[in-house]
């Protein structure tokens, strides 16, 4: 059995190491275990997998991850945390398979062990990028879950039509499908933040929609759609297309509404409209 962090353990590691969670690397420790093994639940591991954490911090979800994961490979930036984390691996879950990666989690390229999973309290700041970045670095995580700011993890579930529904929604939809999965109160986080958080729960998709090129085309697509979300489509993508006639050309041979908003197209639209000839 796994002895995860409460607390207490979690300030006292906090304290010898001379860490403060910072609102620059958008760090907040969960302190409470049963949030840790809910989290560890909504994930869906059935044992087998490879899991890869984004942000380990002091290791309270690490050490979760470990009572079910196969085995658990962590990328964390802070070196203070990252030299005190395998020491607190070692202690509360000896025996388990864990690697450690130094690196910072926006340019990283490869991983010792190709994950099948990912599983992150995702820093508040950078979590969309993030989590696209490793979708696309790594094709072989199958499924995942993250524990982000409310607001983001509406953005990131977000289906068409919705308020909120823009370009995290569209780029995630590329790899995977998604879903809520769960509130999460503010008061299990040290520091407290001021905003609430959730889970997003997302399958990559069994078939790609495209190779790299057709995906970087589709993200110009998208960005460019929700660069100017107010606009119609025939407005908003006249830049990225040459001209409104243009814009509208495609619009049109992709079976899309010049008169739509980006707010209003699925993914696959996105994809069709990227597949035209300029």
Known sequence: MVELLGGSDVRELASRLDVMP?????????????????????????????????????????LGLLEVAKSVTSVEIDTKMAAAIEATVAKRAPGKSFTLVTHDAMTITELPIDPQALVANLPYNISVPVLLNFMERFDTIAKGLVLVQLEVAERLAAKPGS????????????????????????????PVPNVDSALVYFERLATPRGDEDLRRKTFAVIDAAFGQR?????????????????????????????????????????????????
């Open 22 to 62: 910072t609102k620059k690397l958008g760090q907040n420790f969960v302190t409470d275990p049963n949030t840790i093994r809910r989290i560890v639940t909504a994930a869906k591991l059935n044992g087998t997998e490879d899991v890869v954490e984004i942000g380990p911090g002091l290791g309270s979800l690490t």
């Open 163 to 190: 308020k909120v529904y823009g370009a995290p929604s569209a780029k995630l939809a590329w790899y995977a499908t998604s879903n809520l999965a769960g509130n999460v109160g503010r008061n299990i986080f040290w």
């Open 230 to 278: 107010r606009k119609t489509l025939r407005q908003a993508l006249a830049e990225w297309a040459g001209s409104p006639a243009v814009a509208e050309a495609r619009l049109k041979a992709a079976g899309v509404d010049p008169q739509l908003r980006g707010e209003q197209l699925a993914i696959e639209k996105f994809v069709a409209i990227a597949s035209t000839n300029g």
